[in-house]
């Protein structure tokens, strides 16, 4: 046989394998009775195989009688280990060793976890029995196949067999080719190990080499016995030598105790969360000598034991014994009788009925997996098995490495069926880890059946466990990437020149904190909320400052003590947002739903955080599925407001505009502009507010014409020609007076001061501050008190509703932008003049004057506009698209300006005026973008812009291409740049609209005429230059195709991209102009009642009311409404009420829907299976009742003759007939 090769360098430093691991030589010769050759010794081996001592040992061999291998056997060195390659099954190397049955279960262990490097298991499966069957049934193999390779795949098990090419073991061996074929997965491959008799393994020899094999060359060969090959589908096998050849039962005994060994262990390696390896015993058909192995591991070790009825030989004989329910005083008899007829030929019947007796006591260690329970998926039945070995206590305690098993395998409906029936008194710090366990495995299911059953999410979720939750984020997420990043500039940033004196475990892997948590929220965000989590040190900008970086370091550790323990006020709030900056859509979902208050809010700030993750997130699918949750969530906010908004409008409006409390006094309209979700916007509710908003105090049903004329003649104002909203404002008071904590009412009346009861607002303005607040009684409402002052003229009043309503200060805009653009269209076309001192003219210094307004009312926009930093409004201010385009129009006008004043440039300050007018023109697209005819139309033409640029690019292709060509074909000595660029761009184009001079391109048309190719007269203009006529054939061929192209094919391209814009646009267009709308009536919401230029009045009026009067603004918090907490309180429960009537309704839809029917219908016939696997238990045991009764009534009736027919009892009266 050829040698096995060793040179390999990984296998000489493994010297320390054969000094660890033995192998078993027999140092006793006994014959075999049974060989009457007597060459053959009762190990199996022949007398040539043994060494001279253990041949000559005459005297020994003569007093003993019985081989044992404890007793006549040696260990030495191992011989085989390493590699093996198996011929034909590919360059996939398996591991091997081979080791004497008493070897230590830890050092092998180690050995296959350590050095073969075999992932941990979360359970073990081992198959017992099957081993050299040939005869077993189909079902048995679909099992092994398909249900247990399944199972192992699904829970991280290893599978241990003998691990040869018979029975059970090749099986197995297939289902594991199988699976590895299917799945392209490194992280779902089965380990299955073989536990194997060296002496029953064939061609053994091949693996025998005492440095290691690297590999061992294995050729597979089907033998029917006495010896098998290896299956090559296994991972690793340990050949277990108890001395023997051809024999079996040293690797039982070695096999039990790695088992034993394994269900101490801890998974996970004994980090957090881990439990005791579970070992689960499979038993297959089997032989008696099994029933030994059953009684040790299920009295003295607990473990359990599945039995797969209908296998055969032990397994059905077991199944039979626990399915049936015998009298306690019947079972010996009735086992020995079975044995007998099982196995006659066994004479240790007694023995055997004894353990028999002693396994049925731990009936809660025994599962059966009979025919009825194929409904059920493999890993549910071992899960089951688990659990019922546990039943056999009360004590809950018993029951959390279960519960831990089922949430690693996540079966929560094993879970619910077998742990949470109510049996189980379960406490909520019971809980506790295995819910955090479920939240990182992202297990929804488990985190609602353990808030189900009695976990308190409030005293769970503390600070400490939230940054635990944020510490165990996966690697290879978004969220770590950006955790990290955090971290490491805190870091930087904090320790330097600290180094040595940081505090020991910090230079380990980073364990993120809230700080890290609130930057990254703070990102996504923007300045749009108060920053989370800040307020849990006392140092609050500790983390950011840098001076005294160090000492703010230890302070922070300090308060970190302190934060640790406390528990979160908004404990769903925080786990919705953990949620869904890891995009665990199912999670945060569930979340959203558990919270009690903020729904449109909280729905409205995930979509925009999941649409900035998205935007920086580069893998494309983790990104298109943070767009997708965005989505959802946008839809639940439009949901629950619809269903808001249903119920009553006046709370609805109050909900889009209050501060928020959790999100950082943001209100709804600011993160759904933030969040960009145009769908809301869209909403009935949200434009309803949005017309009351733009309609003020006036009837929205009120003509544009009426407007018209009571603006350019305002005593009408005080006519009835404009409907005004009469609300009694006394009446009011009244009624707030009567019941004053009618929280309805407050909300009420504080909906339509934020709508635009805008004389409401002054008198509270202006009678606030003769308000005492020592005063005040315990039910003072300032609006009432608001009210409650006398009231301004009733022509101030009206004044004050006319020109403050948004639509007002809309109308005087743009009536004033058409006199502004009449005045610059007349001054450029009759009335501008030279420079000084001829001009400018009068009108030239009112147009100067209207600019300067309007750079006066752009200066108030982007500077003296809500509250952020100035850096932040000038951002702000510059990224919006209009407000570019009104610092374009007026950076132009300054220039030209500044032209015009002098005799050189004048000119050039003409030109770019003219330009400068196109660009205020142009601004009345944006003006009247909130016509509802005219706006969709415009954003379609914005969208079309795009398309009008990609042909112009091909376009320009084709006109250089043809330009360059046939100007160098027609003049090729004409170097005129400016001609060179007119014959190459401008008459190409002009071609293409019909403008085609054939006298200066056809040869056959050029006449004769006085023209020259003379350099110097070309440039002097003295001549026309002379035309070539070499190859004009291919000038006129090129022009085809130039107009063929451009005529024909681009200009159908280009109204093909126009017709496919707006037929995708055009469903959609509503929903942008609506969007837009809102933006425009935020804009002249907060404008000045004037337009330019009388809006330098204004700006007047507001410098001294907010600087020397030092009041503050109404319209500053345009769209915003502080409520009191008692309000606030009221308005999120009647928001919660809304959204759980939302939900309510929304499962009601789904278990409406035909999906959801089949489901149901689905677990009613698992449930009728169920039920008649039960019927067929009780059919059972009545027709074991039955047959007791006519055992009983035969014996009656036997007693019954035997008595009438003697002597010793007389009777007066016959015996009882049995009736029929």
Known sequence: MEPVRTGSKKYKDQSWISQLFKKKTCTTFLPDPDDKSGEQCQCGYSRSCHKSVAVEDNFGAAIITKWHTSQHTTEEPTDAFGDVEFAGAGKKYRKFIRLSSETNPEIVYHLIVSHWKIPPPNLVVSVIGGGVSSNMKTRVKDILRKGLVKAAQSTGAWIITEGLRVGAGKHVGKAVRDHSTATTSSTGKVIALGVVPWGLVHNRECLINPKGSSPAKYSLTDVDGPTYSLDSNYSAFMLVDDGTNQKVGGEKYFRARLEDFISQQKTKGGAVGSIEIPVLCMLIEGEPSILERVYKATEQKDIPWLILAGSGGIADFLSELIQESLDPEEV????????????????????????????????????????????????????????????????????????????????????????????????????????????????????????????????????????????????????????????????????????????????????????????????????????????????????????????????VKMDEVNYATKHSPTPWIDLFIWAILQNLGDMAIYFWEMQGSESVASALAACRILKEMSRIESEAESSQAMKDLSIKFEQLAQDVFSECYRNSEDKAFILLVRHSVVWGKATCLQLATHADARNFFALDGVQSLLTQIWWGEMDRTTEVWKLLLTFFCAPLMYTNLIKFKHADKLEMVQNLEQDVGDVDAILTMGSQMCLGNQDVDSNKEEGSNDVKKENQPNNFNPEVAAIKESPRPFVMVRWKQFWSAPVTSFLGNVIMYFAFLLLFAYILLMDFKGPPPEGPSQAEFVLYFWV???????????????????????????????????????????????????????????????????????????????????????????????????????????????????????????????????????????????????????????????????????????????????????????????????????????????????????????????????????????????????????????????????????????????????QDSQLMTWEAVQKENYLVQRDRLKRDSDRERLKRTSQKVDGILKNMTEIKEHDRRLKALEAELDKCTDALTWLMESMANSDLIKSSRPPPNIKD
């Open 852 to 1126: 300067f307004t309007l750079v006066c009312e752009e200066i108030r926009q982007s500077f003296f506009i809500g509250k952020l930093p100035v850096a932040q409004k000038l951002k702000q201010y510059v990224l919006d698209v209009w407000n570019q385009c009104d610092m374009t129009a007026i950076l132009l006008f300054i220039i030209g300006l500044i032209c015009r004043m002098f005799k050189t440039s004048y000119d050039a300050g003409r030109v770019i005026f003219c330009i400068d007018y196109m660009v205020f023109t142009l601004r009345l697209i944006h003006i009247f973008a909130v016509n509802k005819q005219l706006g969709p139309k415009i954003i379609i033409v914005g969208k079309m812009m795009k398309d009008v640029f990609f042909f112009l690019f091909f376009l320009g292709v084709w006109l250089i291409a043809y330009g360059v060509a046939t100007q160098s074909l027609l003049y090729p000595s004409d170097g005129r740049l400016e001609w060179i660029f007119r014959r190459v761009l401008y008459r190409p184009y002009l071609q293409i609209f019909g403008q085609i001079h054939l006298d200066d391109i056809d040869a056959a048309r050029i006449g004769r005429r006085n023209c020259t190719n003379d350099p110097v007269e070309l440039i002097n203009g003295e001549l026309p230059p002379c035309a070539n006529i070499y190859a004009n054939w291919l000038v006129i061929l090129l022009l085809v195709i130039f107009l063929l192209v451009t005529n024909i094919l681009l200009l159908n391209l280009l109204i093909a991209m126009f017709s496919y814009t707006f037929s995708k646009v055009q469903g959609n267009s509503d929903i942008y102009w609506k969007f837009q709308r809102y933006n425009l009536i935020v804009e002249y919401h907060s404008r000045p009642a004037l337009a330019p230029p009388f809006i330098i009045l204004s700006h007047i009026h507001v410098f001294i009311k907010r600087n020397i009067r030092k009041k503050a603004s109404l319209k500053s918090k345009h769209f915003m409404l502080e409520l009191t907490e008692q």
């Open 332 to 555: 010996r008899a009735v086992v020995t009788e079975r044995l007998k007829k099982l196995f006659p030929n066994e004479e240790n019947i007694p023995h055997l009925t004894d353990l028999v007796e002693k396994i049925l006591k731990n009936k809660d260690l025994l599962t059966v997996y009979s025919d009825e329970d194929g409904q059920e998926e493999f890993d549910t039945v071992i899960l089951k098995s688990l659990v019922k070995a546990c039943k056999k206590s009360s004590n809950v305690a018993e029951y959390l490495d279960e519960l831990k098993l089922a949430v690693a395998w996540n079966r929560a409906d094993i879970a619910s069926s077998e742990l949470f029936k109510g049996d189980i008194q379960w406490k909520s710090s019971d809980l506790e880890d295995s819910m955090t366990d479920a939240l990182i495995g992202n297990k929804k299911d488990f985190v609602k059946l353990f808030v189900d059953n009695g976990l308190n999410i409030a005293e769970y979720l503390t600070y400490g466990r939230l940054e635990e939750l944020y510490s165990s984020v996966p690697e290879n997420s978004l969220l770590h990437l950006l955790l990290s990043k955090k971290h490491v500039e805190w870091k930087d940033s904090s320790m330097k020149g600290h180094e040595s004196n940081l505090p020991p475990g910090t230079s380990k892997g980073p364990t993120f904190r809230l700080y890290e948590v609130s930057k990254i929220l703070k990102y996504f965000m923007g300045d749009l909320s108060i920053p989370f989590y800040t307020h849990l040190t006392e140092n609050g900008k500790a983390y950011s400052t840098k001076k005294n970086s160090y000492h703010n370091y230890q302070m």
